[in-house]
């Protein structure tokens, strides 16, 4: 055995709770366990990542990992920390998702290779699909008494006055169908152990029942904090939404910037779950950070770890590129780099005017530019003022009153970044 799973877990603040003789079973040799993936997505978001390192901690230890896509509980919804149902999907976006799901999980997990602890991915449409209803009911529903079912806290919660729609049959036989998961996996593939997120205990643990009951052995629960961010705000949730591992839905940029925004005491949590950084050079890191927190070292190699983690180093440089545009000496080479997608995140919100690109044949005048073409300034007096005491910047580069812009300005052959002193900005887009 490679390492202690469960050791590993607790010191990296990854384990809430564990079923009584969880530890010992895992050191028993190599062991198979799952964890469940809502296949609602075509892309994992950030709030996925805990699982899927988990899963990735498991293998390392020297554990068989299991990725059970939740195809047919998709189709239901689980009540879990929900205050409403969810979207149902039909199968052909359910494969869809699977696909693109796998892609990702393959930077974390080793799904090729022929070692005895290769991950594997499954779905439970594939084992739910041929299952009659009066079939579930007689041989998995007998087994569990609806006493039992009604105890959980996720039913509990929704049954009671908050949620006024209250709880749908759908839903109230979704621990049933997520516990007959586990049986199943039990029975064809020797796995032991449920894990996901504290709000899933419920679930899990009907699934050790069912083991116990039907398949007359042994299951094991273990469980993960839910994240927390210490502003009391949502994890993984920005303005425009989730934090998404797919590059089209969150850019490498913004991917990079929100791991580099976080406070101190969340970043101090987050290097310890979401990288694989060994004890000792974490708490050296720490002590660095303690010294001088201005220089942020612990939001710089999070943000690092993860960002090369989930993309790859060359999206990596380019978000360092990106985010030393906006705080740091850059060039008009530099910026013509940036990709179209980066620029606009770099400089979203940013205030724009458009242009034809006629308008720069015969190049546009810098006071046109700054005033009458687009109000970036409040006047011709203005600009010529500002112009001259050296502060206006076209593409990164110092301009005077005499400069033309023109086609050869362009950034993506599309945009051109005026700037006055450090920090105001405006975006002419040429149409």
Same mark, same amino acid.
């Given at each position: 055995?490679?390492?202690?799973?469960?050791?590993?877990?607790?010191?990296?603040?990854? =384990?809430?709770?564990?079923?009584?003789?969880?530890?010992?079973?895992?050191?028993?040799?190599?062991?198979?366990?799952?964890?469940?993936?809502?296949?609602?997505?075509?892309?994992?978001?950030?709030?996925?990542?805990?699982?899927?390192?988990?899963?990735?901690?498991?293998?390392?230890?020297?554990?068989?990992?299991?990725?059970?896509?939740?195809?047919?509980?998709?189709?239901?919804?689980?009540?879990?920390?929900?205050?409403?149902?969810?979207?149902?999907?039909?199968?052909?976006?359910?494969?869809?998702?699977?696909?693109?799901?796998?892609?990702?999980?393959?930077?974390?997990?080793?799904?090729?290779s022929d070692a005895p602890n290769t991950a594997?991915?499954?779905?439970?449409?594939?084992?739910?699909?041929?299952?009659?209803?009066?079939?579930?009911?007689?041989?998995?529903?007998?087994?569990?008494?609806?006493?039992?079912?009604?105890?959980?806290?996720?039913?509990?919660?929704?049954?009671?006055?908050?949620?006024?729609?209250?709880?749908?049959?759908?839903? *109230?036989?979704?621990?049933?169908?997520?516990?007959?998961?586990?049986?199943?996996?039990?029975?064809?593939?020797?796995?032991?152990?449920?894990?996901?997120?504290?709000?899933?205990?419920?679930?899990?643990?009907?699934?050790?029942?069912?083991?116990?009951?039907?398949g007359g052995g042994k299951g094991f629960a273990?469980?993960?904090?839910?994240?927390?961010?210490?502003?009391?705000?949502?994890?993984?949730?920005?303005?425009?939404?989730?934090?998404?591992?797919?590059?089209?839905?969150?850019?490498?940029?913004?991917?990079?910037?929100?791991?580099?925004?976080?406070?101190?005491?969340?970043?101090?949590?987050?290097?310890?779950?979401?990288?694989?950084?060994?004890?000792?050079?974490?708490?050296?890191?720490?002590?660095?950070?303690?010294?001088?927190?201005?220089?942020?070292?612990?939001?710089?190699?999070?943000?690092?770890?993860?960002?090369?983690?989930?993309?790859?180093?060359?999206?990596?440089?380019?978000?360092?590129?990106?985010?030393?545009?906006?705080?740091?000496?850059?060039?008009?080479?530099?910026?013509?780099?940036?990709?179209?997608?980066?620029?606009?995140?770099? *400089?979203?919100?940013?205030?724009?005017?458009? =242009?034809?690109?006629?308008?720069?044949?015969?190049?546009?005048?810098?006071?046109?530019?700054?005033?009458?073409?687009?109000?970036?300034?409040?006047?011709?007096?203005?600009?010529?003022?500002? =112009?001259?005491?050296?502060?206006?910047?076209?593409?990164?580069?110092?301009?005077?009153?005499?400069?033309?812009?023109?086609?050869?300005?362009?950034?993506?052959?599309?945009?051109?970044?005026?700037?006055?002193?450090?920090?105001?900005?405006?975006?002419?887009?040429?149409?």
């Amino acid at each position: 055995m490679a390492s202690n799973f469960v050791e590993e877990l607790k010191w990296r603040g990854m =384990l809430h709770d564990a079923m009584p003789g969880t530890e010992a079973h895992l050191m028993t040799g190599m062991q198979s366990a799952y964890v469940g993936i809502d296949p609602t997505a075509d892309s994992l978001h950030i709030g996925h990542l805990v699982a899927v390192m988990m899963l990735r901690h498991l293998q390392l230890a020297g554990h068989k990992p299991y990725a059970l896509i939740g195809g047919a509980t998709g189709m239901i919804g689980d009540p879990s920390g929900k205050s409403a149902e969810r979207n149902l999907l039909d199968e052909k976006t359910l494969r869809h998702n699977q696909e693109a799901l796998k892609a990702q999980l393959s930077r974390f997990l080793d799904f090729k290779s022929d070692a005895p602890n290769t991950a594997v991915l499954v779905n439970n449409y594939d084992w739910m699909k041929a299952f009659s209803f009066l079939s579930f009911i007689r041989d998995v529903g007998k087994h569990i008494t609806v006493n039992y079912m009604m105890a959980k806290d996720s039913v509990k919660k929704r049954l009671s006055t908050e949620a006024k729609e209250g709880m749908s049959f759908t839903e *109230f036989t979704y621990q049933l169908v997520q516990g007959y998961d586990f049986l199943y996996l039990y029975q064809n593939h020797n796995c032991t152990l449920q894990m996901g997120g504290s709000d899933q205990w419920g679930n899990i643990t009907t699934g050790t029942e069912l083991i116990r009951r039907i398949g007359g052995g042994k299951g094991f629960a273990l469980t993960s904090p839910l994240i927390t961010k210490a502003d009391g705000t949502k994890f993984g949730k920005t303005e425009s939404g989730n934090v998404w591992l797919d590059a089209d839905r969150t850019s490498p940029y913004k991917f990079y910037q929100y791991w580099l925004n976080t406070s101190d005491e969340d970043a101090e949590k987050y290097i310890k779950i979401f990288t694989f950084l060994s004890k000792t050079e974490i708490e050296h890191l720490v002590v660095a950070h303690a010294k001088a927190p201005h220089m942020r070292q612990l939001q710089k190699r999070l943000a690092e770890e993860i960002t090369v983690m989930v993309h790859s180093k060359q999206d990596l440089d380019n978000a360092i590129k990106a985010s030393d545009i906006l705080f740091g000496k850059s060039t008009s080479a530099d910026l013509k780099k940036l990709d179209e997608k980066t620029f606009l995140d770099v *400089f979203d919100g940013v205030p724009q005017a458009e =242009l034809e690109k006629s308008e720069l044949e015969n190049g546009l005048d810098m006071i046109a530019a700054l005033a009458a073409k687009t109000n970036f300034l409040g006047s011709n007096g203005e600009a010529r003022r500002e =112009l001259k005491q050296n502060s206006i910047s076209v593409n990164k580069e110092k301009v005077k009153e005499d400069h033309l812009i023109t086609v050869t300005d362009l950034i993506n052959n599309k945009y051109v970044l005026l700037q006055r002193g450090k920090k105001n900005y405006f975006v002419l887009v040429v149409k």
